[in-house]
């Protein structure tokens, strides 16, 4: 297994941060890339879509700057999100705007397109797509995308529902490409563990929503922090495909969570500049794993604990085998 260059020289952690719906913004993407794991963002976060090319510049230059003023050690790279379902009538306009910036690294969701991979391509940077199971690695890789990002169960957002051993496992037994793992990480033994397993990187969200620099309600942060694995709620209810939701905000907004209705999958939303239903404005995402969220601090922060865990893990494991 091998990593391409820019997955591999400017990472001071083996992780990427996910990209999170409405809460990943500039602030953020920017903390994180300077702290050593790649930041990332969704396209649709920039609202009105004018916005992105605004977002663009400033995250290119001030990492850039940063990295002539640290030049021995240069932020990590940056990645954008777009989701390709078709209900997306900006994916046009937005991979437009990814290309005159060459955007290092695009991860694709809901959906694979040859034609978006080959135009990333053109402008020298990579695709990274996500999936919940084989069957949907395979067609990513058969379309053109140069890395997987294996969603499994306890995961934030668009969860699977299978075990990341298993799932890992599947992929590992005809890709040898860059694969990364999402789903309850969110302490650095967990990273090594998804290393272990067979993954290259870890794939982590939810921790940095209960971040300064998130664009998150104070509220959402704190629950977060107050929460463990059983707070958390698998239901499609929200979007049309099946999620994990912190279980005390669907019951602040006046709904059961042990009797939600089923949503139509072909109504999925993600569109534009179309704004979410405002019943379910503070319903909120979030994965398995914060239960290791003890507090809310800075994203670099953050990415700190987490190194030093790892560290912590790989010495112990060393110290195991001797």
């Keep these: 297994m091998s990593l391409p260059p820019i997955l591999r020289d400017r990472l001071r952690l083996p992780a990427v941060a996910s990209p999170l719906f409405i809460i990943s913004n500039p602030d953020l993407v920017i903390a994180q890339c300077k702290a050593g794991v790649v930041g990332s963002f969704p396209a ?14 400033r995250i290119t230059t001030e990492l850039a700057e940063y990295d002539r003023q640290h030049p021995e050690a240069p932020s990590a790279p940056f990645a954008v999100n777009q989701i390709v379902h078709k209900s997306n009538d900006r994916l046009d306009h937005d991979l437009e705007l990814c290309a005159k910036y060459k955007v290092p690294i695009i991860i694709t969701s809901l959906g694979a397109r040859p034609e978006l991979n080959e135009a990333v391509h053109a402008w020298g940077g990579i695709v990274l797509h996500d999936i919940i199971n084989n069957r949907f690695a ?7 995308a140069d890395g997987l990002i294996a969603v499994a169960a306890g995961a934030g957002g668009h969860a699977g529902t299978q075990s990341p051993f ?8 005809w890709f040898d490409g860059p694969l990364l793992l999402s789903g309850s990480i969110a302490n650095g033994h967990a990273i090594l563990g998804a290393q272990a397993m067979g993954a290259d990187l870890a794939y982590i969200g939810s921790a940095f929503i209960a971040t300064t620099e998130a664009n ?8 977060i ?18 999620g994990n939701y912190l279980k005390p905000s669907v019951i602040k907004a006046g709904l059961d969570p042990d009797n939600l209705p089923v949503s139509d999958p072909s109504k ?3 569109g534009s500049d179309r ?16 239960g290791a969220v003890k507090s809310v601090g800075s994203a670099g922060d953050l990415v700190a604990r987490l190194k030093r865990e790892y560290d912590a893990a790989k010495a112990e494991l060393a110290a195991k085998a001797i």
């Design 268 to 270: 999925m939303n993600f």
């Design 225 to 242: 922090v107050e929460s463990a694995a059983d707070d958390i709620l698998y239901t499609n209810l929200f979007t049309g495909v099946h």
């Design 44 to 57: 649709l976060n920039a609202r009105p879509k004018e916005l992105l090319e605004e977002w663009l510049i």
């Design 275 to 290: 704004e979410k239903p405002k019943a379910w404005k503070e319903i909120w995402g979030c994965g398995q794993g914060i």
């Design 138 to 144: 395979h067609k990513a890789i058969e379309k053109g």
């Design 216 to 223: 998150a309600l104070e509220g959402y942060k704190q629950m």
């Design 166 to 173: 298993a799932l890992i496992q599947e992929i590992r037994e």
